[in-house]
């Protein structure tokens, strides 16, 4: 079989893209991470892709006169290597239109919220502020709708409100290292597919996300 190839959008610490560089390694992912791309520089996750031997990039925002313009050259880069699929792992710039109709149905993103609940930021301080009982983090397609797109998968965490945010946040980062390369998985092996803004896994519509047990 040729191998998948993924390329990873980061802007921070990558401890995502570490997931599914060592998803790869252990032959869990079904494919191969073949670039990464910052939009910032100086981040952890570019140390990570050096570490790994996989072509690193940065695209820094701040030095394009518009979105579209930062977006564009960020299309040719992603189109230079023919990827199968595109991660968003911890990226912070909302993708134009355009973009995501150029790569629509390969773009997934990973948000650390029960979606629908807490599109946004700062997700996890709006669950402890209404004191929700689980917490956790989602994968889904990417469309126009920011945070909108059909969601694929979910984990959960039950919240011990005695634990304040970073921690909270560290817990849910732990389960996203399990969650995103196994539904990363399942799309490289062909078992995923966005239509008419619905999740088909396995041929079949799903009326809600999978919810992934926790290891
Ligand atoms: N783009 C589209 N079109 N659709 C989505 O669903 C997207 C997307 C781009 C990123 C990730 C998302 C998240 O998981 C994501 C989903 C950044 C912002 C944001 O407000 C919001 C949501 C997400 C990522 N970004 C600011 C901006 O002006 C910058 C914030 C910063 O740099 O800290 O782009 O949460
Ligand atoms: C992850 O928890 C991800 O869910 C979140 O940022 C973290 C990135 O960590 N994403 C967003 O908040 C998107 N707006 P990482 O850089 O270590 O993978």
């Keep these: ?28 992912l079904n494919g191969k991470v073949v670039a990464v791309i910052s939009n910032k520089p100086n981040v952890f996750g570019l140390v990570r892709a050096q570490k790994a031997n996989i072509p690193a990039h940065v695209v820094e925002h ?3 006169p518009t979105r579209n313009t930062f977006d564009d050259k960020l299309a040719e880069i992603i189109q230079s290597y023919q990827p199968d699929l ?6 912070m710039r909302i993708l134009s239109e355009t973009f995501v109709q150029t790569f629509n149905g390969k773009l997934l993103n990973i948000h650390p919220s029960l979606l629908p609940k807490y599109p946004g930021l700062h997700t996890h ?39 304040d945010e970073s921690e909270v946040m560290q817990q849910v980062q732990q389960l996203e290292h399990q969650l995103y390369p ?5 799309f490289l092996t062909n ?7 619905g999740v088909y896994f396995d041929n079949k519509k799903l009326e809600e996300p999978v919810i992934i047990e926790s290891k």
């Design 182 to 186: 196994e539904v990363a998985s399942w």
């Design 125 to 163: 301080q709006r669950a402890l502020a209404n004191k929700d009982t689980y917490h956790g983090s989602s994968v889904h397609f990417v469309t126009e709708e920011l945070d909108g797109g059909p969601v694929i998968a979910q984990i959960k965490l039950k919240l011990n409100h005695t634990n």
């Design 86 to 91: 595109i991660i968003l792992a911890g990226f």
């Design 1 to 28: 079989m040729t191998d998948k190839r993924v390329v990873v959008l980061i802007s921070g610490s990558g401890s995502n893209l570490q997931a599914f560089i060592d998803a790869e390694k252990l032959n869990k």
């Design 62 to 64: 701040t030095q394009f």
């Design 191 to 197: 078992r995923l597919l966005m239509k008419d803004n």
